[in-house]
Nanobody, 125 residues
Framework: QVQLVESGGGSVQAGGSLRLSCAAS????????MGWFRRAPGKEREFVAA???????TYHADSVAGRFTISRGGGKNTVLQMNNLKPEDTAVYYC???????????????????WGQGTQVTVST
């Protein structure tokens, strides 16, 4: 059973940066594709970024492309570096993992088996 724990959320002013980390345990990170999703108040959960199990393929939502970057961190961590944050980035951010999902399916939340509890990101003007 894979467990995911997010960290690094917080409050920041517009234009600032945050670095979210997702620590995985109970599984082999090298065999898991990883994703980040977010849910803003009153909105549906949406895709933010994903990385294939090999690390070769990464995907970013149009709304965050050029500002957010998903990458492997040290150990069993997956990192979401968020720069030039905007108030519309305010949301709870969730880390997700799956051992069977590949390609375009990485953009779909229900394709992921494992989820973290989420971390709040608040961006003020």
């Amino acid at each position: 059973q894979v467990q995911l724990v997010e960290s690094g959320g917080g409050s920041v002013q517009a234009g600032g940066s945050l670095r979210l980390s997702c620590a995985a345990s109970g599984g082999t990170l090298s065999s898991l594709s990883m994703g980040w999703f977010r849910r803003a108040p009153g909105k549906e959960r949406e895709f933010v970024a994903a990385m294939s199990w090999s690390g070769r393929d990464t995907y970013h939502a149009d709304s965050v492309a050029g500002r957010f970057t998903i990458s492997r961190g040290g150990g069993k961590n997956t990192v979401l570096q968020m720069n030039n944050l905007k108030p519309e980035d305010t949301a709870v951010y969730y880390c997700a993992a799956d051992g069977a999902t590949t390609g375009a399916d990485l953009l779909i939340d229900y394709e992921y088996e494992y989820w973290g509890q989420g971390t709040q990101v608040t961006v003020s003007t």
